[in-house]
């Protein structure tokens, strides 16, 4: 039976249907394959996983062997253990249950089958990437994504802008998988197969002719592409341009996850790789960090999100570069319940304002949309860290493990992971004030036509939220530690494993406190804020102009090069100019020549006799 | 002198009158027919060789050459009227203009 190979097939399955025939088959035909196959797909990873927990073995299913190179052969196998089990069941679920909500969000778009079709597509790649037992075939998944992502930013691509970030985060995540194929480079020519668990076992069982801190930083750099890392972060806010859905399928739960997952997947070779994990930790911490400062002064509902996110996905690469595998994936796991809940919160909101986007113009929704708020509430709750939320003990034991791992966990980290966290705790009940509470601040039409939106949206969100507040009660760190095993703790930190659960508390009541304060009655006080450090403000809202600097570092320089050197000299002097030379090469001798043609008969017949006495002469010499 | 030189010199000096002719005659009339001139000089040493070397494939070669002589003829003296009609002249400069 190939359970695994149907998991994978069935999205692919509802791509082709409602990609080929969406429109004829009207929006409910469109809208029960586009979200049964994905169930189904669900339902088949639920009796899997029973089965796994039943016999304990990794599965393996050879669905085809691609290529064969002498002795070594390229074949499409899935692997499904336990951590590919559970993003396999995040990947379903969670991607189920925004298939659900889209169903709601997009009624009222012309492309609605098309929109249905490019998500089942994402899920199959999504699925790919998940359960490749080799990195070739996550590679492939790994691309996959990133087109559906490209197609699904791009989705109303009339608008220029969108198509713009659409290709935006297509190229930028190319700069990253020239890293990745970079490190499969070396692995392959290492070890002679790029299988991972083989790979681990490789690694775990000696030397090995490669190191793998480059192998490591190779591939750390397809995951900052792929997971909105600095450098490679600047995409995912722009990515925001696609339907909100999409935003928290692709942008918040599943596909930016895939470096998160790529590098636990791969721990046994960064277990033996400190330099290049203490990168990780220290690019992910520098991420949350940035992320979380440009986060507090965006006023776009889905760009705080979107900072956010990226700042989150920070959170989860420090537990990363200290070792703290399952943690990463712990939080990977609760940060997609609450960040998908967040994201169709907001696309209710959008939903209900016909549009708005900007939180400046919202205010006093928790009353008009109360589902939408107390859902929206709860996943807040949960990303702030308030007790006992999910996101709470994702995010203690990640700052448990940036202290106290022996594999570089350090009071400077902690501190700049707590700090982070505050800050997370204040923007996020800050974007929560500005939307539901205070006084409203809406256009007096958009105001009117304020509604709640439809069951299948709500329904979705009330699942989620719950998911939002129970999550952080699986025990994922203790569920993989077959797999990848929680780095040992610092002895001399061992006292102050509690008061960090206090630190913790702390930094999101603080947090929610604080944004309660500021952003409370008139907002007065954020205005003499902004006023105060207009300077800091406008670097913060500025995004630290990191775009601005690609663009004056990258761009220009790349567009003088292609213009000055290849086109005006490459193309126009030298291509060109050659061809034009020999062209009026042969226009001059032409010229020359035409002189001859007086149209006289006299001369001409006078130069044939000198021609044909001039070769006569010749013959008869060479005869 | 045997005969097949004597009548090699006589094809010589038929090419050569009919080449000089073209070349300083100004009557297109003329130099036409001392165009003819060369064509049948060149048909005589044809002729001459061939019983020479007592094959057919020269003689068979002057009847293609006749054919295709007269052919040019036919369309040569036609063309030479039309210009006449146009120009009121003989003389083959004053077609110069006809170089394109």
């Not at chain 1, 995540?173 to 197969?193: E, I, K, S």
């Not at chain 1, 609760?334 to 209900?352: D, P």
Request: with cysteine; glycine share 10%; hydrophobic share 55%.
């Amino acid at each position: 039976m190939h359970a695994l190979t149907l998991i994978v097939i069935l999205p692919l399955v509802g791509f082709l249907i409602n990609g080929l025939a969406g429109n004829k088959l009207g929006q409910k035909a469109v809208a029960v394959i586009g979200c049964g196959l994905p169930l189904v797909s669900f339902a088949i990873t639920v009796s899997m996983f029973m089965l796994l927990m039943q016999t304990g073995e990794a599965r393996i299913e050879t669905v085809y062997t691609w290529a064969t190179f002498g002795k070594t052969s390229f074949e499409i196998a899935l692997y499904f253990d336990r951590l590919s089990a559970v993003m396999t069941l995040i990947v379903t679920g969670i991607g189920s249950l925004i298939h659900i909500y889209s169903i709601g969000y997009m009624k009222e778009d012309a492309s609605f089958a098309r929109f249905f079709a490019y998500l089942n597509l994402f899920l199959f790649f999504m699925l790919l990437l998940v359960l490749g037992r080799s990195l070739l075939v996550m590679f492939v998944g790994w691309e996959g994504v990133g087109l559906a992502s490209y197609l699904l930013i791009g989705f109303w691509f009339e608008d220029p802008v969108n198509a713009k970030a659409g290709k935006k985060a297509f190229i930028t995540n190319r700069v990253g998988d020239a890293g990745f194929l970079l490190g499969m480079f070396l692995l392959y020519n290492a070890l002679g197969t790029l299988d991972l668990d083989r790979i681990n076992a490789a690694f775990l069982a000696g030397p090995v002719a490669v190191s793998a801190s480059l192998v490591g930083v190779f591939l750390f750099i397809g995951a900052t592409g792929k997971s909105a890392q600095i450098p490679l972060h600047v995409w995912l806010p722009d990515a925001m341009a696609g339907p909100t859905p999409v935003s928290a399928l692709i942008h918040a739960a599943t596909m930016v996850t895939a470096g998160v997952y790529m590098i636990a997947r791969l721990n046994g070779l960064y277990l033996h790789a400190p330099e290049a994990s203490t990168l990780v930790a220290w690019v992910g911490a520098a991420t949350a960090f940035f992320a979380a400062t440009v986060a507090i002064v965006q006023t776009d509902i889905k760009k705080v999100l979107a900072y956010s996110t990226v700042s989150q996905l920070g959170f989860m690469f420090v537990a990363l570069g200290v070792g703290a595998y399952g943690v990463a994936v712990f939080h990977l796991l609760t940060h997609a319940f609450f960040k998908a809940c967040l994201f169709l919160g907001a696309g209710s909101v959008i939903h209900a304002l016909s549009g708005e986007q900007d939180i400046r113009k919202m205010g006093g929704l928790a009353k008009r949309i109360p589902v939408t708020f107390w859902t929206f509430a709860i996943a807040t709750g949960a990303i702030a860290g308030l007790p006992p939320l999910s996101g709470f003990f994702s995010k203690d034991e990640i700052l448990w493990f940036a202290l106290a791992s022996e594999r570089g966990g350090s009071v400077t980290l902690m501190v700049v992971m707590a700090v982070t966290a505050l800050m997370t705790a204040f923007y996020m009940f800050r974007l929560l004030w500005l939307t539901f509470m205070g006084a409203s601040r809406m256009d007096h039409e958009v105001e009117h036509h304020v509604h709640e939106s439809p069951f299948s949206m709500t329904g979705v969100l009330m699942v989620l939220a719950a998911l939002a507040a129970v999550g952080g009660f699986i025990p994922i760190p203790h569920f993989l530690e077959p797999i990848a095993p929680l780095p040992k703790t610092l002895e001399s930190m061992h006292a102050y494993h509690v008061p960090l659960v206090g630190l913790a508390i702390a930094m999101g009541v603080v947090g929610l406190i604080a944004a309660a304060f500021v952003y409370r009655g008139d907002l007065a006080l954020p205005k003499r804020l902004r006023e105060r450090f207009s300077g800091l403000h406008a670097l913060l809202s500025g995004k630290y102009f990191i775009d601005e600097l690609y663009e004056n570092m990258i761009q220009r320089p790349l567009h003088w090069i292609s213009e000055k050197v290849f086109l005006d000299f490459g193309d126009r002097r030298l291509f060109d100019g050659t061809l034009n030379g020999m062209a009026s090469m042969a226009n001059a001798s032409g010229g020359v020549l035409a002189r001859v043609q007086t149209g006289s008969l006299h001369l001409y017949v006078l130069l044939v006799l000198i021609g044909s006495f001039l070769a006569l002469v010749w013959s008869w010499a060479h005869g | 002198m045997d005969k097949a030189q004597l009548l090699l010199s006589l094809a010589v000096a038929m090419f050569a009158i009919g080449m000089v002719g073209v070349i300083i005659r100004r009557n297109v009339l003329v130099m036409l027919m001392c165009m003819e001139l060369m064509l049948n000089g060149v048909n005589l040493s044809l002729v001459t060789f061939a019983h020479q070397s007592g094959t057919t494939v020269g003689a068979v070669l002057v009847f293609l050459i006749f054919v295709v002589a007269t052919a040019e003829i036919a369309i040569a003296i036609p063309i030479v009227l039309m210009l006449v009609k146009r120009k009121h002249t003989l003389d083959p400069h004053a077609y110069t203009d006809l170089k394109g």
